[in-house]
């Protein structure tokens, strides 16, 4: 019997028996939705009640398969970096490169690791970190995120939120930090491959609670788990809101963020089987560096109390280089970017009558990137001669949407949704004074759901959605230009919540992309990609202290049309299963063991190659000695599999990146 025949018989089980664990939060009230920050994750359907928080967090009424996770769980967590938060997630592999500045990729409904995560528009309190220069187009680099500062993360599938176009295709992933109280907070980790964390913040209130700060520094530093991996980081955050009124809120963020790490690059087959924590020959001095800057101001305003307004506004200053050897020599690409944005989002909340309201979201957004890019041959990361001329790129985006959620029955939700973006840009090559403007683009992207509770626990829902991707990197700003790609989604649903310590939740979805292929010097159209999939997710608390969560996401991911018509895409899992079992003592100890298996993918586009997937088993143990104290150990790869969360396939072969040997970390946290 197979693994996949396994996992449904499973789930069949469950949902026939006792399911799922959280309890049904329609109609309750505010004290009770605290839910959202228990830890849990689960999805909320139907007409829901959400507590007093800005707009940019409302994803909870979009009708469509959104995952929280709470801050409980994360403060148990002991991660790299803020991307593993999202390891329990239904749907999303991760692929763990150990290279502590390149993004690493993910997958997600159906897109593909090898694209580092730029399928997924990725936001944090409200500000989209997604840039189109640096490692690849739309990459989203959560190394730059301390995983302490996350309170909560919400994850949407699909492009159905029109408050977002490029880079929307798979989803919204949000990051909430922290942003008030007076707390002392630190955690020091020590562990496997001389692993060293140290975090420490500081938050304190003021002024009959009007005026906030916050304080944080991370130092992180590990010699990684394959030779030649060794990866320093630093964060410190500084943050303060004042309320002059209980209806304004202005805010400002800063942050730094510096990065160091040497890389083990690719490996073959026969070298991966014979030591998977080996680099490849070349790589001695391969990795990279990175310093970021960024400054945020945010605007939360309650014009009266139907019609909240939010503004973010925010810059960021980045430099970065890596350095690589592929087989004929290193370089190095270095690029400075210089980002500058603005959100808005004023909503306007209207009563209809006893049972029906009407809420309207609209908002201007405008961002603005400018990139310096300079190629070098180097040795030992020393440069000496230009590779390439170096060049200068701008691109500008300004947005504009209007939502809608409309309730005219208590049972009945509506949404829609429409956006319209604008796409500008040019570039100059400082070495021959050259350049051109780039193709301008605009695109109208069009959402739209309905939600309907068959009961108080059963809800059906259903949405579409349309996005698009602009043509990778520096292709947009060539004078043949291809237009953009367009890509149609839609998802049904159904949520059960039979009883109260039970919750399932099963989605189909399905989207369709254009296929644009180089082919003889211009860009030509070949059909669509089509990805589809089920994904079923059960939650239960039998009792108190024990949780149960299991995911199966099937995924079918395929060419129609061009020279690989029929066949699948590379770099997608057939299937994706998670299985994870917590239980805690009332004085807040406990375990947790969690299990993840990854099945089969295509390596290379003409599926002559693949890859057989892995599982692998985490522990977790955790004690609270006193009131304020936490000590924990997390076991890595319990029964020390070898494997790689990514292969692709070149040169003849598959080329490996070998994941976390087994790993022990143990961690102290402090928190008052």
């Known amino acids: 019997m197979s693994k996949v025949h396994l996992v449904i018989m499973i789930m069949i089980f469950l949902l026939v028996g006792p399911t799922a664990f959280a309890q ?17 994750i689960y999805m909320n359907i139907g007409r829901v009640v959400v ?3 800005g707009d940019f967090n409302k994803t909870i009424d979009l009708p469509g398969s959104v995952d929280v996770i709470g801050s409980d769980q994360i403060d148990k967590e002991v991660v790299d970096n803020s991307l593993n938060l999202l390891r329990m997630i239904p749907g999303i592999t991760i692929g763990d490169y150990g290279n502590g500045g390149v993004p690493n990729g993910f997958t997600l409904r159906g897109f593909d690791h090898n694209s580092h995560g730029n399928h997924t528009v ?25 995983p302490e500062e996350v309170e909560r993360i919400e994850i949407v599938k699909g492009p159905i939120d029109a408050r977002y176009g490029n880079w929307s295709r798979a989803g919204v992933i949000h990051f909430h930090t922290r942003t008030r109280g007076d707390f002392q907070k630190a955690k020091v980790s020590y562990g496997s491959w001389n692993t060293q964390k140290v975090y420490v913040t500081h938050g304190s209130e003021h002024l009959n609670d009007k005026f906030n700060q916050i304080y944080s520094v991370e130092y ?8 030649n991996s060794e990866r320093r980081r630093q964060n410190a955050y500084a943050k303060w809101f004042y309320r002059p009124t209980e209806d304004i809120q202005i805010g400002l963020n800063l942050h730094g963020y510096k990065a160091f790490w040497y890389t083990a690059g690719y490996i073959g087959e026969e070298q991966w089987k014979a030591d998977p924590q080996s680099a490849f020959a070349a790589a001695e001095n391969d990795g990279g560096y990175r310093d970021t800057n960024e400054a945020a101001i945010h605007l939360d305003w309650k014009i009266n109390e139907n019609m909240p307004l939010e503004i973010r506004l925010w810059m960021m200053d980045d430099s970065a280089s890596r350095y690589a050897d592929w087989g004929s020599g290193q370089t190095e690409d270095h690029w400075d970017t210089d980002v500058y944005g603005i959100v808005s989002n004023l909503g306007w909340d209207i009563d209809m009558g006893e049972d029906s309201h009407l809420r309207l979201d609209t908002g201007i957004d405008w961002r603005r990137f400018e990139g310096d890019n300079v190629n070098y041959k180097t040795n030992a990361r020393s440069r000496t001669e230009l590779n390439k001329d170096p060049k200068e790129y701008s691109l500008n985006n300004g947005g504009i949407y209007l939502k809608a959620n409309y309730d005219p029955f208590s049972f009945l939700r509506a949404f829609a949704g429409i956006r319209y973006d604008i796409f500008s840009g040019d570039w100059k090559n400082h070495k021959n004074n050259t350049g051109d403007d780039m193709k301008n683009y605009d695109v109208v992207t069009y959402k739209g759901g309905i939600i309907g509770n068959i009961t108080d626990r059963y809800s059906l829902y259903a949405n579409v959605g349309t996005t698009y991707q602009l043509p990778y990197k520096t292709d947009k700003y060539e004078a043949d230009a291809p237009d953009e790609k367009d890509l149609w989604y839609w998802e049904v649903g159904i949520r059960a919540n039979p009883v109260d310590w039970a919750f399932v939740r099963y989605a189909y979805f399905r989207n369709s992309e254009d296929l644009t292929r180089w082919i003889e010097g211009v860009y030509v159209n070949e059909g669509d990609t089509i990805r589809r999939g089920h994904e079923l997710e059960v939650n239960l608390t039998p009792f108190a202290g024990l949780e149960v969560f299991t995911a199966l996401t099937l995924q079918e991911a395929e060419y ?4 690989n018509d029929g066949n699948e895409l590379p770099h997608i899992p057939d299937y994706i299963w998670k299985i994870g079992l917590q239980y805690e003592l009332s004085q807040g100890s ?17 599926n002559d190659h693949d890859y057989d997937g892995y599982s692998v088993v985490d522990l977790k143990l955790y004690h609270r000695p006193a009131e304020k104290w936490m000590l924990s150990l997390d076991i890595k790869n319990l029964f020390d599999k070898t494997y790689s969360e990514f292969v692709s396939h070149w040169s003849d072969t598959n080329q490996y990146a070998g994941s976390n040997a087994q790993a022990f970390y143990v961690t102290l946290k402090y928190d008052f």
């Open 24 to 40: 049904d939060i329609t109609e309750k009230t505010k004290e009770e939705i605290q839910v959202t920050d228990s830890g849990k």
């Open 51 to 53: 507590q007093e928080r």
């Open 122 to 146: 990725v936001t944090i309190d409200g500000i989209p970190i997604n840039t189109p220069f640096f490692q690849a187009d739309g990459t989203p680099d959560l190394n730059q995120l301390t």
């Open 220 to 227: 992180y530093t590990s010699d990684g788990w394959r030779d």
């Open 560 to 563: 129609d049309g061009g020279k």
């Open 590 to 606: 406990g375990v947790r063991i969690w299990y993840n298996d990854v099945g089969k993918w295509y390596t290379d586009s003409a």
